[in-house]
């Protein structure tokens, strides 16, 4: 099909990765023309294109594009006046305002080997064989391509950016081509479907810039191959290596007015596979689009080195990645709507064509969407031979390439790369490693009907188990499961528990507040399929009840001084509660003369001299997550010295007497008086008074031994002495009468 003249909008994206120009739009006059695309109520193409024309003339205003087929509509540059009319006319849908697209990065490198590692790795390339031509035809909506490379099967599809034959200036598009079809001819790099037909439309211009009309126009010049009634031209998958930012939506873009992914949905039903690049951003794809749209299949990349699973080929030295990771700068899924359409293929480090007849190295999510573009023209079919996704439905040919990648990740699950749904990375979501792993019979392969669905007790130390769910498929098939901690109910926070692989799993302490899934994979002799259960949780702690005393603690040993003592917890109601001991020492049987020990904080005490004449408690504290609870035991008996001597407190039968001459100088002596007792310590206090009554008594600063020198601080006043006597049970204190007054 040949391509019409249209006219250019100025371009104004860059390559993925790189930073866009400063935007010149928002200093523009009001009244100063915009770039927008129409898009026209339902109607027939011929109606469309009479609407276009009439509102052009109308208004004076010059068309960029004209969709026929994968949109009905047009591209132009409308100011201020002509937008108003072309909103309040009838005929018109929506207006949006037209967007920048981005190819993705480029990373340039020295040449590679004739059979690069990613064709190798997703299997189009086994030691020196190679596949052959696809009987699909491919188009590459990119750069352009340059169509007199010796090593490309590359012909003119059309140019939406500029007229005449879409060459290309940039080397992105003939990068792209070289990895999905560059000949086996014995020298340069070989594709995944060598020597396969690529049509060339380019959308971008040779500084990798362009915008989302000039997209439009290339998904429209891919639909209408597919309802021009020459089955020869029909394009069976289209690769989108490009991209630019855009919100997540849904309702193939109408509820954001995102006429892109309209015409994509509408390319779609008309029979085309979509394969686009994820976006070279280290950022979820739900903001990239069409990475984001679920009708493509979108793919992130992986650094491989060798072209072999195992992760033992070294670091990649162009892009400074280990082998069999994801790409440093790969996109990647976190809602489960993305998880559905997303699959990972390399895009290190790939040796392919590039214009002028050589061949290049760069990195990107670009290179790794053209080996998934190759794949689905050889699952098309190859050397005139039909495939099984031939007369299939894209949704149908994105089920079977996603099914070859799960097969062939559930055959060596040990040797898939680092961040596949086996070897997840907490957050993000890669896909399984593309793969020729096709079914033989597509409808043959176990297909998930009824998602699996877990039950039981999602509780630490509960049971959960589940069931398979429902599946399609040829008899019989065989299942395997895999359990899932996530840190939310999304499927990206996701990843495998160590060992849990049977059909029922208990919880464990590190689950809770987490919640789980599992992953069932079905497989039989045709290949194999994934589902995931929904979430069951968050996860609870067990059932836990709070501690209850009912039984003292008790304590052991003798109450003599160098004894140890020994406390039981007594007995307690609660779940799995954890004990705390304090000893108490206590001046009499009463709870309220008890104190702590300080230190004294295990099962055992050994009791020492400051325990003699007191009594011991134990307190005992029982603890469990609903609370804790504390209780004493009864009194031991009193504590005895060493060898079992009983200590009796001190009392005073006698009170203490004062004996000198009350004058200034003398020397006044006080005795002990008399007490009962067990060997009690004295000490002193001397009190100086204003009357014989005791309240007018203070003490006599220092004045603290048996005896005292009068002062003429004394003089006209009168002597007292407090006598304090001390043991291990205690202390008891008894002042003299009063000598003086002192002269």
Known sequence: MSAS??????????????????????????????????????????????????????????????????????????????????????????????KPVTATGL?????????????????????????????????????????????????????????????????????????????????????????????????????????????????????????????ANDIAVANMSLGGGAAPNDNCGRTVNDPEHVAICNSVAAGVTYVVAAGNSTADEQTFSPANYGEVLTVTSVSDSDGLPGGVGGGLSCIGNGDDQPASYSNFATRAVDVAHTIAAPGSCIRSTAPGGGYATMS?????????????????????????????????????????????????????????????????????????????????????????????????????????GTWTGAATIAYTYSWLRCTTAAVATCADIPGAT???????????????????????????????SVVAGPIAGPVVVAPVNTAYPTISGSAASGSTLTATTGTWTGTSPSYAYSWLRCTTLAVATCSAIAGATSATYTLGSGDVGRYLRIAVTASNARGSATMRSVVTA??????????????NTVGPAITGTSRVGSVLTSSTGTWTGTSPSYAYQWLRCTTLAVASCVNVAGATSSTYTLTTSDRARYLRVSVTASNARGSAAMRSTAVGAIS
């Open 638 to 651: 009193l504590v005895t010295g060493s060898g079992g001597a009983v200590v009796v407190a001190p009392v």
């Open 107 to 231: 990373v340039p490198m020295q040449a590679g080997d004739n059979i690069p590692a990613g064709v190798r790795r997703v299997g189009a390339a086994v030691g020196t064989d190679v596949r052959q031509a696809s009987s699909a035809n491919v188009a590459v909506i990119d750069t352009g391509i340059d169509l007199s490379h010796p090593d490309l099967n590359a012909v003119a599809g059309t140019s939406c950016n500029g007229t005449g034959v879409p060459t290309d200036g940039n080397g992105h598009g003939t990068h792209v081509a070289g990895t999905i079809g560059a000949r086996n001819d014995g020298s340069g790099a070989v594709g995944v479907a060598p020597g396969t037909k690529i049509f060339a439309v380019r959308v971008l211009g040779a500084n990798g810039s362009g915008y989302t009309s000039q997209v439009i126009c290339g998904i429209d010049w891919v639909t209408a191959t597919r309802t021009d009634g020459d089955p």
């Open 502 to 532: 049977a059909r029922t799993y208990t919880p464990v302490s590190a689950d809770l507040a987490r919640y789980l899934r599992v992953r069932v994979v079905g497989t039989n002799g045709q290949g194999a399929g994934m589902m995931r």
């Open 5 to 98: 003249p249209r006219r250019l909008v100025p371009a104004l994206a860059l390559l993925v990765g790189l930073a866009l120009p400063p935007c010149v739009a928002a200093t523009a006059s009001a009244d100063e023309a915009r770039p927008y695309i129409v898009v026209f109520e339902k109607s027939s193409a011929p109606a469309a294109r009479a609407a276009t024309s009439e509102l052009a003339a109308d208004e004076h205003f010059a068309t960029s594009q004209r969709y026929d087929d994968a949109l009905h509509g047009f591209a132009a540059k409308l100011d201020a006046h002509d937008l108003d009319a072309v909103r309040d006319d009838p005929r018109v849908a929506r207006v949006v305002a037209d």
């Open 364 to 468: 990107g999510t670009s290179m790794a969407s053209p080996h998934v573009t190759g794949l689905v023209a050889l699952c098309e079919g190859e050397n005139g031979a039909h495939g099984p996704c031939w007369g299939q439905t894209p949704a149908v040919v994105k089920s079977i390439m996603l099914a070859a990648a799960g097969s062939a990740a559930a055959a060596a699950p040990l040797n898939v790369f680092n961040g596949a749904p086996s070897k997840a990375i907490a957050g993000r979501y890669y896909g399984d490693m593309a793969s020729t792993a096709f079914p033989t019979t597509p409808s043959a392969v176990p297909a998930n009907t009824v998602g699996p669905v877990i039950s039981g007790s999602a509780t630490v130390g509960g049971t959960l188990s589940t069931t398979n």
